[in-house]
C-alpha cells in the first residue's frame, strides 16, 4: 500500500486541486492585502464588495488603486519620505503608509488608540505647513463644520502638499446639505445614512474644497482600465438601491498651491 507521501497520491492530490481551481476560479483580488477569490463578501450596503481577509471597501480599493497607478499620485509622489498625519486611521491602509512615510502620526477627536486627540477643525498642536499629506476617509461627514475643518487641512499643509478626502455622498444630490437641529442618532441615522453623521454630501464637493484653497483632483472608477476595476472591485458589482448609499466612490487628492 502506498505511503501517503507516494508520487502517485500526490499526483492525484494536485490534480484535486487544479480541478477545484477551475470550477472556482479568482476572479476578484484585494489590492489592499492581496486576497483573491471568487467574489468579496457582502454588507448592509452593498453585496460583495467586502474583503473577506482585511474588509477594505471600494473606497479603500479605490485609493490604494489611484497611490499604485495614477501618475502624480502615486505613493513615490505622495507618501515616501514625507510626513503624514492619518485622521481616524484604519486597519486597512494604515499598513500600506506608515512603513513608506519619513513620519507617520495617527489622530481623531474621539478614539484613544491615536497618537493624538485632535479636532479637524481645529488642531492648534499642529503648525502651519508642517504636514506634507493628511488623509481623512470618511471624517468630514462627523465634523460640525465641514469648510472650518477644509481651511485647517489647507493650513497644516505644507505648500504643494495634498490631502487625501473621501465621504459619503448620495448619488446624484447635488448640494450638500445638513441640520444641526437633528441630534437624534436613530434620525440622523434615517436621514444621513449612519447615527452619528451631521450631513450628506453632494455632487458640490469638489467645489466646497476649492472654495477653501484647494487644487482637486476626483479620482473615480473611471480613471482606471476596465480590467482593473473588475479585478479590484472599484466600482460595486451590484448597486444597492438604499436611497442613502454611496454607489459612486470618489477619492478627492486636494493639492495646497505652491
Not at 486611521?89 to 512603513?99: G, N
Not at 472608477?221 to 470618489?250: G, I
Request: aromatic share 8%; charged share 30%; hydrophobic share 35%.
Amino acid at each position: 500500500m502506498p505511503s501517503t507521501g507516494s508520487p502517485s497520491l500526490l499526483r492525484k492530490a494536485r490534480r484535486k486541486l487544479r480541478n477545484i481551481a477551475l470550477r472556482f476560479p479568482r476572479n476578484v483580488c484585494c489590492n489592499v492585502c492581496g486576497w483573491s477569490g471568487r467574489h468579496f463578501a457582502s454588507d448592509d450596503w452593498h453585496e460583495h464588495s467586502v474583503c473577506w481577509k482585511c474588509r477594505s471597501q471600494v473606497r479603500h480599493r479605490l485609493m490604494v488603486a489611484a497611490l499604485n497607478l495614477i501618475e502624480g499620485l502615486k505613493y513615490i509622489d505622495l507618501v515616501d519620505g514625507k510626513r503624514v498625519l492619518h485622521f481616524s486611521p484604519e486597519q486597512q491602509t494604515t499598513p500600506l503608509i506608515k512603513p513608506r512615510a519619513a513620519s507617520y502620526r495617527t489622530a481623531d477627536f474621539s478614539r484613544d488608540d491615536v497618537d493624538e486627540k485632535l479636532d479637524l477643525t481645529d488642531m492648534p498642536s499642529v503648525s502651519d505647513g508642517s504636514i506634507d499629506l493628511l488623509i481623512a476617509a470618511d471624517v468630514l461627514e462627523h465634523v460640525p463644520d465641514h469648510l472650518k475643518g477644509m481651511r485647517e487641512i489647507l493650513r497644516v499643509l505644507s505648500p504643494r502638499g495634498y490631502a487625501i478626502l473621501t465621504v459619503p455622498q448620495q448619488d446624484h444630490l447635488e448640494k450638500t446639505w445638513g441640520d444641526p437641529s437633528v441630534t437624534d442618532p436613530r434620525e440622523r441615522e434615517r436621514i444621513f445614512g449612519q447615527e452619528d453623521h451631521v450631513r450628506i454630501f453632494g455632487n458640490d464637493m469638489p467645489d466646497l474644497l476649492r472654495s477653501a484653497g484647494f487644487e482637486v483632483r476626483v479620482i473615480t472608477e473611471k480613471d482606471f482600465p476596465e480590467a482593473v476595476v473588475r479585478r479590484h472591485v472599484l466600482f460595486p458589482s451590484v448597486l444597492s438601491k438604499r436611497p442613502l448609499a454611496t454607489n459612486y466612490r470618489k477619492v478627492f487628492f486636494a493639492r495646497k498651491p505652491a
